[in-house]
């Protein structure tokens, strides 16, 4: 004890001291003005190959690691009626399920030989394939990644696994109501629209291998993958390689686009019973796509209303101050033609009513009375300052590139994005909450158990009970 109090006794004569020293004169450093950093997103060179194939290569040798990621226009969107987790299962069997030329499991040992990542995966609207190596793997690396892309075999005890590991998936996503809520809302907020399919226990069970090869051939062909290169080789090593291993690659037929959806205006209560002491409270309504001149604004009001951390109305008003929730926000998905705006909340079942009040107050406060001066000023210092995140390694950058392409956005939409944030005027949030915030929600799912709910759900809307 006594030396405790010495040790405290030196820590607090040194803090006076450091004290001492300050000068009285010194600014705050928050009112220190520093010149405007500068950022110029390198470019990546985009060559097309003989056979269709897209390439985004760009060069940096800082490290001995080569990364390429390709993207394919894909996805559950496209899953036939009654087959729904197909995509995502060709995805997963075609990196797990071995080649023309290796089984799975001499597969997975040269990767591990060469300590190489590669992966495969298909969500709702696009496909991705990777592969990390370092340079001097680079021929091996890029032999096992062509031949995953081009000849999957599709092994069936490798497909059963897959199967069985979705469906347990799937079980186990039942027990996490957050996780289980934000999956539901798509089904009712994309009612009609492949956007909103979903796998079940049913529909993984019915997928056999003659279903994955079927999916692998109507999507997997030169004309509809796009890759991006990126790291320690050059344009002309790239070209190399690429053309050694994917130059033969046959096959035509680029796949159209999922046109954008047309939400429901049904604007129901959609209730999922869950004996837990807590609701999670998801809602979603359409919103501006990247290309709409209300894209930017909308960011903005975005980060305003509940994205932006503890200085946004939601999480401020229904976390902090009032105590209601322990996680409440908004969110903005925003595609190049259209984009979803939400909200959510994850609160104790008697303030379930409540948390949905004071939520949809502070939307129609917004709305009405539109936003502060100061808000708007850390918003956009916010969303101006992050955006250098985006292109923290070469990769980054080659790829958000390649993705300009895939979602039909012009190749200087990022050059212009911190301008156009900047360019924003008060007036242009306020008008766009006017425009978005005045219908209700397409879509309002409440997962808990009504009986300890402060008020009836009915108060909201018209419930339908979801089983």
């Known amino acids: 004890m006594k030396r405790s109090i010495i040790s405290f ?80 299962i060709t995805g997963t069997v075609m990196r797990t399920g071995g080649t023309a030329v290796m089984s799975a499991d001499e597969v997975d040992e040269a990767l591990d030989f060469i300590a190489a990542d590669l992966s495969v995966n298909i ?35 490798k497909l059963d696994n897959a199967k069985g590991l979705a469906i347990e998936g799937l079980r186990r996503m039942y027990d996490n109501p957050q996780q289980y809520a934000f999956r539901e809302i798509n089904r009712f907020l994309y009612q009609g629209d492949p956007r909103g399919k979903l796998s079940s226990e049913e529909t993984i069970g019915r997928i056999e291998r003659k279903d994955v090869l ?18 320690d080789i050059t344009k002309e090593e790239a070209l190399s390689i690429i053309n050694k291993y994917f130059g033969g690659w046959k096959g035509k037929g680029m796949v159209a686009k999922i046109a954008p959806p047309s939400l429901s205006e049904d604007n129901r209560v959609y209730y999922i019973y869950k004996e837990i002491p807590q609701s999670i409270i998801v809602a979603g309504r359409l919103a501006p796509g990247r290309k709409s001149d209300d894209y930017y604004a909308f960011e903005l009001l975005d980060f305003i209303s509940g994205s932006g951390g503890f200085q946004s109305r939601i999480f401020s008003e229904v976390r902090n101050n009032l105590g209601l929730a322990y ?23 008697n303030s379930t009513a409540k948390s949905l009040t004071v939520i949809s107050d502070i939307l129609e406060d917004l709305r009405l009375n539109g936003v502060r001066d100061n808000e708007l000023r ?10 250098i995140f985006s292109f923290e390694t070469p990769t980054d950058i080659a790829v958000q590139q390649m993705m300009l ?10 050059e212009n994005y911190r301008r156009q944030i900047e360019n924003v005027t008060k007036d242009d949030v306020e008008r766009v909450a006017k425009r978005y915030l005045s219908v209700k929600p397409s879509a ?17 809307g018209r419930v339908k009970v979801v089983k």
Request: net charge negative.
């Open 327 to 349: 996680s409440a926000g908004s969110f903005y998905s925003a595609r190049t033609e259209f984009g979803i705006f939400g909200f959510y909340a994850m609160t104790g079942s």
């Open 405 to 414: 392409e895939y979602e039909g956005l012009p190749f200087k939409f990022l």
């Open 9 to 88: 006794s030196i820590i607090l004569a040194l803090h006076l001291f450091l004290l001492s020293c300050v000068s009285p004169g010194l600014k705050d450093p928050s009112s220190i003005i520093a010149p405007p950093l500068g950022f110029e997103i390198p470019k990546a060179e985009r060559i097309t190959l003989e056979n269709g194939l897209i390439l985004y290569i760009l060069e940096d040798h800082e490290l001995p690691l080569v990364s390429v990621s390709s993207v394919i226009r894909t996805g559950s969107v496209y899953d036939p009626e009654k087959l729904e987790g197909l995509a995502g």
């Open 214 to 231: 079927r999916f692998y051939q109507r999507f997997f062909n030169p004309e509809n993958i796009m890759m991006a290169l990126s790291g």
């Open 444 to 460: 309002l799912l409440v997962l808990g158990n009504e009986k300890n709910f402060d008020r009836p759900l009915s108060d909201f």
């Open 378 to 387: 850390l918003a956009k210092d916010s969303l101006v300052k992050s955006f």
């Open 123 to 157: 969500g709702r609207e696009s496909g991705t394939a990777s592969l990390s190596v370092l340079k001097e793997n680079l021929e091996e690396g890029f032999r096992i990644f062509s031949d995953i892309l081009m000849k999957p075999s599709f092994e069936k005890e």
